[in-house]
């Protein structure tokens, strides 16, 4: 059994330990609430444990040759990442991020695009760099990382987090790659997950993906917010947008986060190397040109905001540190397509009460 479906058979398995350990993540702050309501806290924990099923599969493979049928080189791209990147919970090939992606990537490039999809259920920030060692040896275009859930639920410290993202961006940077890192998503959007734990997962959500954006843009990437997009989207409509286990997105759920990075993808592709450029005094009420620990603090309260690098009459930085680029691309649903052949389109689901 490789890594990879050994992880995703007992990631499941996991959940109930990971929302206990979401329980006491910065303990400091838990403590300041009191035993009572830490005892409130454990008790959602256990009753969320209880509610969510163990989903034994793991998620289907994506990888292959997307939009065969256009010519030219084919683009290669990597997805890096935990189980959201993986597309745990998706039914078939075709409705996993990494597959949808590839799929709107060679619509609007008119191109081929071969996928590699190296990420692993379960996996926290600090495991990429198994996962950037293998995509360095695929000398892959585009990179496209979604992580951060796995590093709170693990208690894993924001500082090495992200400290650990910023090395796998900058070496995949270092290496030629494009580089597009979906921030942490909201936690607090996981049904089972009750106030008052709720809103302490959300918060830590938010700060985490602001953290993120900081360390990838001064590292050479570009960032998409995710959280507050879709985690009132995923709250008002969880039986469509989570999957079974109400844990992980459905099919529909990857397809709204996919449609939301497709743009920057594209865009990040289309232009040139290095920071854009810019006029002082390019601003508008969302979009437009902040330092970058203000970007990225808006960034994680704006639905699907991109964040990169900027040039101000030339500098890179202002008084307040590095110049960054505010952005609301126009989005739609990426339609699924076909899957690569040779791929069983499917996984097989099943579950234990």
Same mark, same amino acid.
């Given at each position: ?30 403590? /300041?609430?009191?035993? *009572? %309501?830490? +005892?409130? @806290?454990?008790? =959602? #924990? &256990?009753? $969320?444990?209880?509610?969510? !099923? ?64 190296? /990420?692993?259920?379960? *996996? %926290?920030? +600090?495991? @990429?760099?198994? =996962? #950037? &060692?293998? $995509?360095?040896?695929?000398? !892959? ?68 993906? *602001? ?143």
């Amino acid at each position: 059994m490789s890594e990879r479906t050994a992880l995703g058979a007992t990631a499941a398995q996991r959940r109930g330990r990971d929302l206990a350990k979401l329980a006491v993540y910065g303990g400091g702050a838990l403590g /300041a609430l009191g035993l *009572a %309501t830490v +005892g409130v @806290l454990l008790g =959602q #924990v &256990e009753a $969320a444990r209880r509610t969510i !099923p163990i989903a034994q599969a793991p998620p289907p493979r994506s990888d292959g040759l997307y939009g065969g049928r256009f010519g030219g080189e084919p683009v290669h791209m990597a997805m890096l990442g935990d189980s959201s990147a993986a597309g745990f919970g998706a039914l078939r090939a075709r409705q996993t991020p990494a597959a949808l992606i590839a799929t709107g990537l060679s619509r609007r490039l008119e191109r081929p695009v071969r996928l590699h999809s190296l /990420a692993v259920v379960g *996996a %926290t920030s +600090g495991m @990429l760099v198994h =996962q #950037v &060692e293998e $995509a360095l040896e695929l000398r !892959p275009d585009l990179a496209v990382i979604l992580i951060g859930a796995n590093d709170i639920t693990h208690r894993a410290g924001q500082a090495a987090s992200v400290r650990h993202l910023a090395d796998s961006v900058r070496r995949l940077r270092e290496a030629g790659a494009t580089v597009v890192v979906g921030t942490c998503p909201d936690l607090g959007a996981v049904q089972p997950i009750r106030p008052p734990l709720r809103w302490l997962a959300r918060s830590w959500s938010r700060q985490l993906a *602001a953290a993120q954006t900081v360390a990838v843009v001064e590292a050479g990437g570009r960032t998409v917010s995710l959280g507050e997009l879709l985690g009132p989207t995923f709250s008002a409509q969880p039986h469509r947008l989570f999957a079974r286990d109400r844990f992980h997105p459905s099919a529909e759920g990857y397809a709204l986060a996919a449609s939301v990075l497709l743009p920057t993808v594209v865009a990040a592709l289309r232009s040139p190397a290095g920071p854009q450029r810019v006029e002082a005094g390019a601003r508008t009420a969302v979009d437009g040109v902040r330092s970058l620990p203000q970007a990225a603090v808006e960034a994680a309260r704006h639905a699907g905001t991109e964040v990169s690098g900027v040039r101000v009459d030339g500098r890179d930085r202002g008084p307040a540190g590095r110049w960054a680029q505010l952005r609301r691309r126009m989005w739609e649903v990426v339609r699924q397509g076909e899957a690569p052949a040779g791929l069983a389109d499917r996984a097989n689901v099943v579950e234990q009460a």
